[in-house]
């Protein structure tokens, strides 16, 4: 498998894309990121699954299908370059862990946990949304490339990769 | 980038730009807070 994965780190080098007004990017950091999260997940994933053998309760193929939704929200998150992005990856992402919370329907303590985790991540929600609807008045775009320039008065990514600027 | 607001107009609204900007980033970070960290340990 790490073999497989230094082939794919190898074609990294390949994987700069700016696509969508900047709005999705790649670059070798964030080509990076993606690998070291399939990694770990799916080295995370063998051992819930080893779990999920003792315990008959969370046996089931949905629980795989939702942690992919985790994996894939948090893929997502890597090439993002503004905040609507930013958002939707995290509420994807959020929204898969309130399910696996309360997935023990069995158990008491796991509905709990899922309805104390939904209201407090609705809570932090607003907060952000209310923080970038700040940013976005202030400076009229959520475009992280712009908001460099807003707050700097330059982007780095001129200098790194002058042929990508708009 | 700016060119949908006149930010000259606007700073009848925002008195202080810096300001503001900063809080805008302040509820940001402690909405990422509560969501990835506060929120999860109160499971």
């Known amino acids: 498998m790490f073999g497989f994965l230094f082939l794919l780190y190898v074609n990294a080098f390949s994987a700069n894309f700016d696509i969508f007004y900047s709005s999705i990017t790649s670059d070798i950091f964030a080509y990076s990121c993606k690998l070291i999260i399939i990694a770990f997940s799916s080295i995370f994933l063998g051992l819930i699954s080893a779990f999920m053998y003792f315990d008959k309760y969370i046996k089931s193929f949905e629980y795989v299908f939702i942690y992919n939704l985790i994996v894939y929200s948090l893929i997502f998150l890597m090439g993002v370059n503004d905040f609507l992005g930013l958002f939707l990856s995290l509420e994807l992402q959020s929204l898969s862990l309130y399910i696996l919370a309360a997935y023990k329907t069995t158990s008491a303590y796991s509905t709990e946990a899922g309805i104390k985790y939904f209201i407090l991540g609705a809570i932090a929600s607003g907060m952000i949304l209310f923080g970038i609807s700040i940013i976005y008045g202030l400076s009229g775009s959520i475009n992280f490339y712009d908001l460099e320039v807003f707050s700097f008065g330059f982007s780095l990514k001129d200098a790194v990769h002058p042929t990508l600027t708009l | ?43």
């Open chain 2, 1 to 43: 980038m700016g060119d949908f607001y006149n930010l000259e107009a606007m700073s009848h609204f925002y008195k202080n730009m810096e300001f503001t900007y900063f809080i805008g980033f302040l509820f940001i970070i402690i909405g990422l807070f509560f969501k990835l960290g506060v929120a999860p340990f109160h499971m």
